[in-house]
């Protein structure tokens, strides 16, 4: 961790990212992005097959900027006492962040915590990223979910043009995306077979509202270079 150390990049944990210190818990993530002028995605975007997952909370955020509309929840389950975490938390203007997992162990000691929750450590991480860094923002994230070694998660960053998605390497936690005839869906779980598939562990997904598109970005170790020529856009409905 020297080299990161020398490029100015800050391991320390603010929990300026969310409003509350305190417990994980289980959390149910959706989110759908519509790109049509259908104005009933407010009805039907916040399912009870997935608030059920998180009755200590429920929270959502929604975007609008003309072209498409963005409907983007989490549901948390207190896993132990203490302050319940809620989701989607708001990392700076713009960008919203909702993760389901736990952290076993880093590639820096200093970076983990008993003291924090897994949720607060990993969106602080992500702030500071997104200030410290030059990088294109796929290979921030990257560059932050290369850190946590032996972890199990399913996260979603909604940012201003893009979403980020994403699961660990062996694909723990469940995590599953959609193509619809108006946009995609991301969802931890479903109730309906009919065009959704599980999102590929070890891989970031990013989902472009402009170009409507899919690019992949391998998750990588903290030892590995960026990997922003490895970028593979494809239609979305070609992937799906």
Known sequence: MGSEQESGYSLAVTREAFPVPGDDGMCG???????????????TCCPTWLTRRGPDSTER?????????????????????????PQPGKLEDGFHFAWNGEVYETSDASMWSDDIADTLLVADLLKQELHQSDLPIPNKIVRVLGHLLNTEFAFCLLCPDSIYFARDRVGCRSLEMSKTSSGFKVASVHNSDEGWNEVPPGILFEYQ??????????????????VAETRNETDASQLL
Request: glycine fraction near 6%.
């Open 29 to 43: 993530i959706w989110l759908t992005v519509d790109h049509s002028e259908d104005e009933s995605l407010q009805a």
């Open 61 to 85: 955020v929604t975007v609008e900027d003309g072209t498409y509309k963005v409907d983007f929840g989490a549901s948390v389950l207190s896993m132990r006492e203490g302050n319940v975490v």
């Open 209 to 226: 509202m402009a170009t409507k598109s899919l690019c992949e970005y391998p998750i990588v170790g903290p030892s590995r270079p960026p």
